[in-house]
């Protein structure tokens, strides 16, 4: 079956300082991988998306990068954070759920952010 | 701009009672409509999914109904539980061909069910 992994779980970092949040997927080749982040009491905005390894599309202008170095593996960075990119990050990839081609959104745990 | 519109924003309801949650899309290439719900601290995970050939999808206590015409979704929890107290996304998407895969989300809506 197919997992996905994200870590930390909750980070809290010092204004200017860099980041890095990795994601990885188990039991499926070639997803489609997303970053999205959640600011309190509000919905899920996409930030980035990747359809293959080093293909990167970027919804928001942000602060934020993304890389994928390898076939499962997701990475989000930042090189000086700012007290505005607080928030609960999710990495996501999408399954094709039944022979219909109905896919479904499969989503890590969860980074909470906390920039001081 | 909003691809899916999601109302209300929180809802709360005595246990026993019926949610509903309310979703609007623009997009009629829009062909997979599903719900998430997320608990405090964790990940959204899909509750139940609709596609516009159906009018209504029932899974225990879930149900969607969909309306093609006016282009709206809802979701209705029947005999409300605490435990059903979450954050409800509802989402579309274009599935049939589409190589990119992404989720359009509504913004949330927040129920408490009181006991």
């Known amino acids: 079956s197919q997992t996905i992994h994200q870590w930390p779980a909750t980070l809290v970092q010092p204004v200017g300082s860099p980041l890095s949040l990795e994601c990885t997927v188990e039991?499926?080749?070639?997803?489609?991988l997303y970053w999205y982040r959640q600011a309190a009491g509000r919905g899920l905005q996409l930030l980035f998306y990747s359809v293959g390894i080093g293909q990167i599309s970027s919804e928001v202008p942000q602060n934020l990068s993304a890389s994928r170095p390898q076939d499962r593996q997701f990475i989000l960075s930042s090189k000086k954070l700012l007290l505005s990119d607080s928030g609960f990050y999710l990495c996501?990839?999408?399954?094709?759920?039944?022979?219909?081609?109905?896919?479904?959104?499969?989503f890590g745990q969860g980074t909470r952010l906390t920039v001081v | 701009q909003q691809q899916v519109k999601q109302s209300p924003q929180s809802l709360i309801v005595q246990k026993g009672g019926i949610s509903i949650i309310n979703c609007a899309y623009e997009?009629?290439?829009?062909?997979?409509f599903p719900w998430y719900q997320q608990f405090p601290g964790k990940g959204p995970a899909l509750l139940i999914a609709?596609?516009?050939?159906?009018s209504e999808k029932k899974e225990g206590r879930f149900t969607i109904s969909f309306n093609k015409s006016a282009k709206q979704f809802s979701l209705h929890i029947m005999d409300s539980q605490p435990g059903d107290s979450a954050t409800y996304f509802c989402a579309a998407s274009r599935n049939r061909g589409s190589t990119l895969g992404r989720l359009y989300f509504g913004r949330g809506t927040q129920l408490t069910v009181w006991p």
């Open positions: 039991g499926t080749s070639n997803p489609n």
């Open positions: 996501a990839w999408r399954g094709i759920l039944d022979s219909s081609m109905n896919t479904e959104a499969f």
């Open positions: 609709i596609r516009p050939d159906v």
């Open positions: 997009n009629t290439a829009f062909d997979y």
